[in-house]
């Protein structure tokens, strides 16, 4: 009895941080072009040089643009989240590492020939 009363404790007791980990936030992003990209990407430019907006709604993070970019992310690791989303042919992946100083953002193809990186605007 005295094990399940401190089991439950406990739980009582973290449940505030799991609720700070889901609290609602957004974070403005803009992407720059990378001069690393192959010269394919630089089509696609313009969808991406523009504000992009992290935001976390009840625990469910996603990025849009005004360019009709809205990707919906999950977590990977602890303040980082990832998703795709598919341009045409080519399908990008998004992580934002909100625990780096500054925040993070990359939008990348999947074999790498094409990447954004965004800056905390």
């Known amino acids: 009895m005295l094990v399940k009363r401190t089991a439950i404790l406990a739980l009582a007791g973290l449940m505030p941080f799991a609720a ?5 936030a957004e974070v403005k992003f803009w992407f720059k072009e990378n001069p690393n990209s192959i ?7 313009s969808a991406f040089t523009r504000e992009h907006t992290f935001r976390m ?8 643009s ?3 970019i809205d990707v919906k992310l999950k977590p990977i690791r602890p ?17 934002a590492d ?10 990348q ?6 990447k954004w990186n965004a800056v905390k605007a």
């Open 20 to 24: 700070a980990a889901q609290q609602d």
């Open 79 to 95: 303040n980082v989240y990832q998703g795709t989303f598919n341009l045409g042919r080519m399908n990008l992946i998004y992580t």
């Open 39 to 45: 010269s394919g990407c630089i089509q696609a430019d």
């Open 98 to 107: 909100l625990g780096a100083t500054p925040p993070t953002l990359v939008a």
């Open 57 to 64: 709604v009840n625990g469910q993070a996603e990025i849009k």
């Open 109 to 114: 193809s999947q074999d790498g020939g094409c």
């Open 66 to 68: 005004a360019g009709g």
